[in-house]
């Protein structure tokens, strides 16, 4: 069947901002592009751990310049809700200067679509990659746009609600993301720079599923699931034959690829899965990889197969060693001795275990800050630290009670706030009150092997030190350099090392704790 002509004149551009990683919107791309239009994808400026700059004029011009170039018929804005003031702005001027229609899309969209129609001409509400086709060809037949099903259209600066679709159950169906050269562009700086950034990387990440089967107070995957209340199972998986699909498909495009990441909320499958998964990786793939699993769903046997097939790291939510925290302010599921079982399996398997914890909690009592100390004190040694400070997203759990309690203002809610541009993964450099920082060093010294555990508890019992931690933090940021200095020689040794992951983290204030 041949290309019609309103389609071939019809050219959509996708903007992302601060990631060129972005899957969501590369899938969006490839579905277009199936149905015979031309789609480009525009990444606008790269991310920078807490360290992140709104678009300079020229940023903004060269965009604008682009998008005229490429004659943009619409122009589509993937808009997560730390960049809702970088959005609206974009939207503005392009509205202004291109006179073509804007559509956003993504998490804040799907969450709180109300805040979005005064600067969008459509709100892409939920799952887009058939919607977003649907409104492509009405716009480039002339035809109505009243009526799709997920695309809320702006009347006056306010929503024209449709109604949801269903939740893609055929995960399969979806062609796989967007890797092409030819329709890949970066603005950063004063350059616009052509082709497939992730060429250079040494990292491949694939999503094998969709949602989450856990529902985290502080987590924005909890709102999306009452969006979709009704419409379909919200926790969805792709099969092993099509993963492992992709995984080939993939690495044609990226020779480079030195280590595959299972990204997504959970990696959480039925046994039968892992077995078949695990064997097609054996035969086809045999590059190692990590995964991000949560304490109930990490199996001895499941992570033994999964061991044999090249799995060396696995990330894991703790949040906080603090039962009552954890329980009653995150509403996170399991217990500490689940974290531990998984801890001692995952120690005698050789496989490197990467916890998260939650950091600059205002509920949290000492008692709970000594709990979580001591938890990770108990962890066997070696383990690194995600450690991440408290960012309160619209429409959770967490932001009703803080907003209940008087805690915060709607003005501090992310949106409106942009505290993860300054402070999102833990920086030691960010200020915070003393008690606060003399818990957050010790939590950061934890993780480092070469600091005896009878050290951290001798410290964390001096008065003095939690009314005037900088010694303290010294030790910590001491700390924090040797373990960097290692992580990033291996990381050269194994050809992990690119330019811009050097740049990412190379100033003090974008240094993470680990």
């Known amino acids: 069947m041949g290309i019609s002509a309103s389609k071939s004149n019809f050219n959509i551009s996708l903007v992302t901002f601060y990631s060129t990683e972005n899957r969501g919107i590369r899938y969006l791309s490839s579905v277009l592009r199936k149905n015979g239009f031309t789609s480009n994808i525009i990444f606008l400026k790269r991310w920078i751990n807490n360290a992140i700059q709104e678009p300079s004029l020229r940023e903004i011009e060269n965009l604008t310049d682009l998008l005229r170039q490429l004659q943009t018929s619409l122009v589509g804005l993937s808009v997560g809700t730390p960049y809702l003031k970088v959005a609206r702005n974009l939207s503005e001027v392009i509205r202004r200067k291109l006179k073509v229609p804007v559509v956003w899309g993504g998490i804040h969209p799907t969450i709180c679509p109300e805040d979005c129609a005064q600067a969008a001409d459509f709100v892409c509400v939920g799952e887009g990659e058939y919607p977003l086709l649907e409104l492509a060809r009405a716009l480039a037949d002339g035809g109505s746009t009243e009526n799709i099903e997920n695309i809320w259209k702006s009347e006056g600066g306010r929503p024209r609600r449709t109604g949801l679709r269903q939740l893609i159950n055929d995960l399969d169906a979806l062609p796989f993301p967007d890797y092409d050269d030819d329709n890949k562009y970066l603005i950063e700086g004063n350059r616009i720079i052509r082709g497939e950034l992730l060429k250079e990387d040494a990292e491949y ?3 094998p599923s969709r949602g989450c089967p856990f529902n985290c107070a502080y987590c924005n995957s909890a709102a999306i699931r009452e969006v979709y209340r009704g419409l379909g199972n919200y926790y969805r998986y792709r099969s092993p034959d099509n993963v492992i699909t992709e995984l080939e498909y993939a690495l044609k495009y990226f020779p480079k690829t030195r280590r595959i990441k299972f990204d997504g909320d959970t990696f959480t499958f039925p046994h039968q899965w892992i077995e078949k998964f695990c064997r097609l990786y054996r035969e086809k793939i045999r590059i190692p990889f990590e995964i991000l699993i949560h304490p109930l769903s990490a199996s001895e046997e499941g992570l033994i197969e999964l061991k044999k097939s090249g799995l060396q790291k696995v990330q894991m939510g703790i949040e906080s060693g603090s039962e009552s925290e954890s329980k009653e302010i ?13 801890a001692r399996i995952a120690h005698r398997l050789k496989i490197e275990p990467v916890y998260d914890i939650i950091c600059d909690n205002p509920l949290a009592t000492t008692r709970d800050k000594r ?9 066997p040694r070696p383990f690194k630290l995600y450690l991440y400070s408290l960012t309160v997203f619209p429409k959770t759990a967490l932001a009703r009670e803080f907003l209940r309690q008087g805690i915060i ?20 450099f960010y200020p915070r009150p003393a008690e606060e920082t003399f818990w957050v060093c010790l939590w950061a010294l934890s993780s480092k092997s070469f600091i005896p555990k009878k050290l951290i508890r001798f410290l964390s019992r001096r008065v003095w030190l939690k009314k005037h931690p900088l010694p303290l933090k010294a030790l910590a940021v001491t700390a924090d350099f040797i373990r960097i200095t290692f992580i990033a020689f291996q990381m050269l040794l194994h050809g992990e090392m690119t330019v811009f992951k050097f740049k990412q983290y190379r100033g003090l204030k974008s240094w993470i704790t680990q």
């Open 330 to 342: 995150y509403m996170r599921e399991g217990r500490n001795s689940d974290v531990l079982r998984f």
């Open 205 to 207: 990440r694939i999503y």
């Open 409 to 428: 203002r709607e003005s501090e809610i992310e949106g409106e706030a942009t505290k993860s541009f300054r402070q999102f993964r833990l920086s030691l």
């Open 371 to 379: 709990q979580g100390l001591e938890f990770l004190l108990s962890l």
